[in-house]
Antibody, heavy 120, light 107 residues
Framework: QVQLQESGPGLVKPSQTLSLTCTVS??????????WSWIRQHPGKGLEWIGY???????YYNPSLRSRAMISLDTSKNQFSLKLKSVTAADTAVYFC????????????WGQGTTVTVSS | DIQMTQSPSSLSASAGDRVTITCRAS??????LHWFQQKPGRAPKLLIY???RLQSEVPSRFSGSGSGTDFTLTISDLQPEDFATYYC?????????FGQGTKVEIK
């Protein structure tokens, strides 16, 4: 059974770049059947879609992030990553990585989430 | 962006009740509407995809219906483990927006 696990710094300074990695186990990211997503949840709030990447390399991002986000795949490590530039306190959130099924366009597997705090 | 509006934002119910949550899209999303359950401190869990398809291993007391812009999630015979927050999400287009959530609490 596929599992996803986020990793990365829990504390990032304002104006710096937030970098998170999602390690996929029990399945390969090297598949056209899936897309690889990031979603975040601000403290006590709802879910915000950040973006996703297909195996083909095509990426889609939430315009609200104003081009600060970048998702990439590392097939050699079976990982995918999120970089979010120029962070502010408003980027403090729990970040989830997730797998989506291409055929029905739905996220079916989530990582447990990792908390990132932006503070000096 | 397509706006997803859930109602109610919260509700109180008792075990054994039938609960209905509504999700309305600001424009047509075909059947690309999905429902997730989230418990405190946990990742969301897929319940229903493509409006009405039950995800594997999800109890049959969960059901979904709708089309176009109006969708519902129904929980029949509410169980103690169903007290959680429920989110709808559209994947018709990007950005793939979520509803604001409906918290189901114990009466």
């Amino acid at each position: 059974q596929v599992q996803l696990q986020e990793s990365g710094p829990g504390l990032v300074k304002p104006s710096q770049t937030l970098s998170l990695t999602c390690t996929v186990s029990g399945g390969s990211i090297n598949s056209a059947d899936y897309y690889w997503s990031w979603i975040r949840q601000h403290p006590g709030k709802g879910l915000e879609w950040i973006g996703y990447m297909y195996y083909s390399g095509a990426t889609y991002y939430n315009p609200s992030l104003r081009s600060r986000a970048m998702i990439s795949l590392d097939t050699s490590k079976n990982q995918f990553s999120l970089k979010l530039k120029s962070v502010t306190a408003a980027d403090t959130a729990v970040y989830f990585c997730a797998r989506g099924l291409v055929v029905v366009r739905v996220i079916d597997v989530w990582g447990q989430g990792t908390t990132v705090t932006v503070s000096s | 962006d397509i706006q997803m509006t859930q109602s109610p934002s919260s509700l109180s119910a008792s075990a054994g009740d039938r609960v209905t949550i509504t999700c309305r899209a600001s424009q047509n999303i075909d059947s690309y509407l999905h429902w997730f359950q989230q418990k405190p401190g946990r990742a969301p869990k897929l319940l229903i995809y493509s409006t009405s398809r039950l995800q594997s291993e999800v109890p049959s007391r969960f059901s979904g219906s709708g089309s176009g812009t109006d969708f519902t999630l129904t929980i029949s015979d509410l169980q103690p483990e169903d007290f959680a927050t429920y989110y709808c999400q559209q994947t018709y287009t990007v950005p793939r927006t979520f509803g604001q959530g409906t918290k189901v609490e114990i009466k």
